[in-house]
Structure formats: C-alpha cells, structure tokens
C-alpha cells in the first residue's frame, strides 16, 4: 500500500504542473498561495517548472505612493487584453498602516479588470515576509510565467532596498514620476531613476506633466547612455486612456532591444578576480570617451582600475600646463572602470578634485582607483592621480549602484587570457 503512495503523489504533481502549464486559474492561485506560504511543495513545484521559464516579458513597474502606478496599470492591463494577450499582474501592497487606503483603492480598480478573461492580478502583502518578500514575488513571477501570462507586470512601490530588488526581477523597468516634482527629482535621480529603463510622467492632464517632461529628457541628456538603449520619457493620462497604447509599444520595444528572462540570468556565480579584469578591459574598450583620450588600461581587478595618459599638445591651458579637465578625465575614467568592476551598474553621483602638482607636456599621468568602502547601494573611491613619485591629484568619488548588471554579452567577451588589453587593442 505505502508503495501506491509516492505514485499517487507523482501522478498529483503531475496533474498540477499540467494545470499551471495550461494557465489554469485554480491552480496557479493555489501554487502562488504555497510560494507565499513558503510551503515545501513551493521549491519543488518551482523546480519543476524551470524549463517553462523567460517567455514573459516581465514589466516593473515602480514610483512614490500616489504616482497613479495602479491606475496605468489597469489602463495597460486593458490595452493588453485589447491586443489579445494574457496578462497578469503582481502588486506588491507597501506594509505601512498609511497606505491601507491605497491598497483597498488599488484592489477596486484592480478587480474591475481582474475579472476579465485571460487577466490574472494578485497582491503581495509586504507583512509577514520578513525580507522574503523579493524571492516570493519572484516565485510568483515565475508562476505566472510558466502559466504562459505574457507579459506579467509587477507594481511596487519605489522607495527602500527591497523595492530595488524586485524591480531587479523585471526586464524593463518603468519608473512613474507624478508631475511637478521638482527639486525632488534631483533627490530621486540618484536613486529610483538609475533603474529606470523608461520613465513615465504619469497624470498627463495635469498643467505641470510637460515641464517634468521636459525636467527628466533634461536630466537624461547629462547622463551616459546605457547600451544600445536610449530611456524614453512617455507622457501617460491613464484616466483617459492616453498613451497607454505608446507605453506598450515602447516597453515590448525594450524587451527586443535588450531581452526576456532577465532575472534567470541573475543567479550567475559572484564574479572572481578575473573576471573583474577582464570586465573592466571590456568596459574601457566599449568607452569612446577613453578612445578619444587616448587613456591606456594599465591594471584592473575587483575594485579597482589603474589608466595612463601622456600630457599632449591638447591638453594644455592657456598656461602651458596639463589642463585640470584632462587630468579630471583621467582620474573619473579609472574611477567609473573600478565601480563597475563588479558587474552591477555603478553611475556616478558625487566627485572631489584637489590639484597638487601641474603637470606639462610629455609627463605620463597614472591614475590608480580604489574602492574604500562599499555597501548594497553605495561605494566610494579614492583615485591619485601621479606622475612619477610626484601626486598630481586627489580624487573621491561615490557611485549609486544600480540593481542590474552589465548585459551579459558585454562581461562575457573573453579577455585575452589574464593580460588586461588596453582600451585601443
Ligand atoms: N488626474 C489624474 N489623476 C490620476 C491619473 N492616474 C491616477 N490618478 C489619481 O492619482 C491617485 C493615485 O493613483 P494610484 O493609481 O492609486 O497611484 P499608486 O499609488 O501609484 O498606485 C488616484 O486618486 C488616481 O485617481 C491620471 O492620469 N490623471
Ligand atoms: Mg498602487
């Protein structure tokens, strides 16, 4: 009789897989309610499920509390279903007791478009995780996958690490930015903002949604371009409907630009030193700024990132010595390859020069980057700037580091060996 038993139990598992495999409501909702649980059947049902992942485009979509995140959700959800496409929708309810009525609003709105063939919409409520939260939703993500929802949209709220994390699950991650937010926005930049791969100014009917139009395409411009992919800014009214259909288009344009299934790739093996190296090498061969410096790669490693540059006729100032820009050139190009020695993004956000030394015609500049401390979001570095034994210049600086990390393609291109090639080879 016991011997009956595990084949009961093979033929149950099964039957649920096919069932998830096949969409069934049912039973994708019994599943997320194991994952949520951390039931032991969650890990071995996940497992099972591996080979039916990264055909959903998944879409984070994240903002302050109000942004109207929820309401172009259920716009977006809308023009899915127009297009004839199952789509499904995790929201991940913020645990403060201030928000409950946004939450409640969240489940109305939500549920007016729940009901509708082929859409699935369930809330996540952050209580009771207990910092688990990123790996359920990402489980439940997987579900809804493997359930063949295309695409599957996350809503979260932007504001601490654990947000960041989720929207680390996404493919493209929208950011929504109500209008009018100002001088906030040179606060969120340095934050939220790095991870946007579009950003939406929500509430379009307002007076102010073009002014933060034009605010963001501004900040944009001063930043480095990512890749291939240049952010957009899509200006959305979702209570009327308006650019709902634009914002679809932009996002599946994303996905193609820069892939599906993006948080499968994420469980990759830490990064060793050489690896480090020889990301490092890739990163300074891909930087037309090093090319036109004419800045030689000397050493790199995990943390770190040593250049060269000889002071040229073009360097020089209207007093004959090295000009403090180039030298500023030098000391922020090692400074940006050490930050993004490890593979997470690290942009830039606050650097500090002080001038020693002048340097002239024919010196050779070495500027040495090293990290000296580092945290989950926040790193900083220390660059001298030398020429011989003499210091030049001091440079510190902090980056933000973002939750994604250098496409795959980018950190996979093999180094020669262990020697790191110079940005011109
Ligand atoms: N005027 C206007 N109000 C909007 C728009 N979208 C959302 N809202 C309002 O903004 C408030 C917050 O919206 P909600 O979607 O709950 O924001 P969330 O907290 O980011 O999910 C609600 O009162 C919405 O009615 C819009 O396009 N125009
Ligand atoms: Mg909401």
Same mark, same amino acid.
């Given at each position: 009789?016991?011997?009956?038993?595990?084949?009961?139990?093979?033929?149950?598992?099964?039957?649920?897989?096919?069932?998830?495999?096949?969409?069934?409501?049912?039973?994708? /909702?019994?599943?997320?309610?194991?994952?949520?649980?951390?039931?032991?059947?969650?890990?071995?049902?996940?497992?099972? &499920?591996? +080979?039916?992942?990264?055909?959903?485009?998944?879409?984070?979509? #994240?903002?302050?509390?109000?942004?109207?995140?929820?309401?172009?959700?259920?716009?977006?959800?809308?023009?899915?279903?127009?297009?004839?496409?199952?789509?499904?929708?995790?929201?991940?309810?913020?645990?403060?007791?201030?928000?409950?009525?946004?939450?409640?609003?969240?489940?109305?709105?939500?549920?007016?478009?729940?009901?509708?063939?082929?859409?699935?919409?369930?809330?996540?409520?952050?209580?009771?995780?207990?910092?688990? &939260?990123?790996?359920? #939703?990402?489980?439940?993500?997987?579900?809804?996958?493997?359930?063949?929802?295309?695409?599957?949209?996350?809503?979260?709220?932007?504001?601490?690490?654990?947000?960041?994390?989720?929207?680390?699950?996404?493919?493209?991650?929208?950011?929504? #930015?109500?209008? +009018?937010?100002?001088?906030?926005?040179?606060?969120?930049?340095?934050?939220?903002?790095?991870?946007?791969?579009?950003?939406?100014?929500?509430?379009?009917?307002?007076?102010?949604?073009?002014?933060?139009?034009?605010?963001?395409?501004?900040?944009?411009?001063?930043?480095?371009?990512?890749?291939?992919?240049?952010?957009?800014?899509?200006?959305?009214?979702?209570?009327? +409907? !308006?650019?709902?259909? !634009?914002? =679809?288009?932009?996002?599946?344009?994303?996905?193609?630009?820069?892939?599906?299934?993006?948080?499968?790739?994420?469980?990759?093996?830490?990064?060793?030193?050489?690896?480090?190296?020889?990301?490092?090498?890739? &990163?300074?061969?891909?930087?037309?700024? =090093?090319?036109?410096?004419?800045? !030689?790669?000397?050493?790199?490693?995990?943390?770190?990132?040593?250049?060269?540059?000889?002071?040229?006729?073009?360097?020089?100032?209207?007093? +004959?010595?090295?000009?403090?820009?180039?030298?500023?050139?030098?000391?922020?190009?090692?400074?940006? &390859?050490?930050?993004?020695?490890?593979?997470?993004?690290?942009?830039?956000?606050?650097?500090?020069?002080?001038?020693?030394? /002048?340097?002239?015609?024919?010196?050779?500049?070495?500027?040495?980057?090293?990290?000296?401390?580092?945290?989950?979001?926040?790193?900083?570095?220390?660059?001298?700037?030398?020429?011989?034994?003499?210091?030049?210049?001091?440079?510190?600086?902090?980056?933000?580091?973002?939750?994604?990390?250098?496409?795959?393609?980018?950190?996979?291109?093999?180094?020669?060996?262990?020697?790191?090639?110079?940005?011109?080879?």
């Amino acid at each position: 009789m016991k011997r009956d038993l595990p084949r009961g139990d093979d033929a149950a598992a099964a039957a649920r897989l096919a069932a998830i495999r096949a969409g069934d409501r049912g039973a994708v /909702a019994r599943a997320i309610t194991a994952v949520e649980n951390g039931h032991a059947d969650a890990a071995a049902l996940l497992a099972a &499920l591996e +080979g039916d992942l990264g055909r959903a485009h998944v879409v984070g979509i #994240t903002g302050p509390p109000g942004a109207g995140k929820s309401t172009l959700i259920a716009a977006l959800v809308g023009e899915c279903t127009r297009r004839g496409r199952r789509v499904a929708v995790v929201a991940v309810d913020p645990s403060s007791p201030l928000s409950g009525g946004a939450v409640l609003g969240d489940r109305i709105r939500m549920s007016e478009v729940a009901a509708a063939e082929g859409v699935f919409v369930r809330s996540v409520a952050s209580r009771g995780h207990a910092g688990g &939260l990123a790996s359920a #939703t990402r489980g439940i993500v997987d579900l809804m996958d493997a359930a063949g929802f295309d695409p599957v949209i996350v809503e979260t709220v932007g504001a601490g690490q654990s947000e960041v994390a989720i929207a680390a699950l996404a493919d493209t991650s929208v950011v929504v #930015t109500p209008p +009018g937010l100002g001088d906030d926005v040179q606060a969120i930049k340095a934050g939220i903002l790095e991870i946007a791969d579009v950003l939406v100014v929500s509430k379009g009917d307002s007076p102010l949604a073009s002014a933060t139009v034009r605010d963001l395409k501004d900040m944009l411009r001063l930043r480095a371009r990512r890749g291939a992919w240049t952010v957009p800014v899509v200006l959305t009214a979702a209570t009327r +409907g !308006e650019g709902v259909a !634009e914002l =679809l288009d932009v996002a599946a344009r994303h996905a193609e630009a820069c892939g599906r299934g993006r948080r499968l790739a994420g469980a990759v093996q830490p990064p060793g030193p050489h690896d480090a190296a020889a990301r490092v090498a890739t &990163l300074a061969r891909q930087d037309a700024f =090093l090319r036109h410096c004419a800045l !030689e790669l000397l050493d790199a490693g995990p943390g770190r990132a040593t250049l060269a540059m000889t002071v040229g006729a073009e360097h020089l100032n209207f007093n +004959g010595t090295c000009h403090g820009g180039a030298i500023f050139a030098l000391a922020d190009s090692a400074f940006g &390859l050490a930050s993004n020695s490890h593979g997470p993004v690290a942009a830039g956000i606050e650097a500090h020069v002080s001038y020693h030394a /002048a340097a002239r015609p024919g010196d050779r500049l070495v500027a040495r980057a090293e990290e000296v401390s580092r945290n989950a979001r926040l790193a900083t570095y220390r660059i001298d700037v030398t020429r011989g034994d003499v210091r030049v210049a001091s440079f510190g600086g902090t980056v933000y580091i973002a939750a994604r990390r250098h496409a795959p393609r980018e950190a996979a291109t093999p180094a020669a060996g262990a020697r790191v090639p110079g940005p011109s080879s």
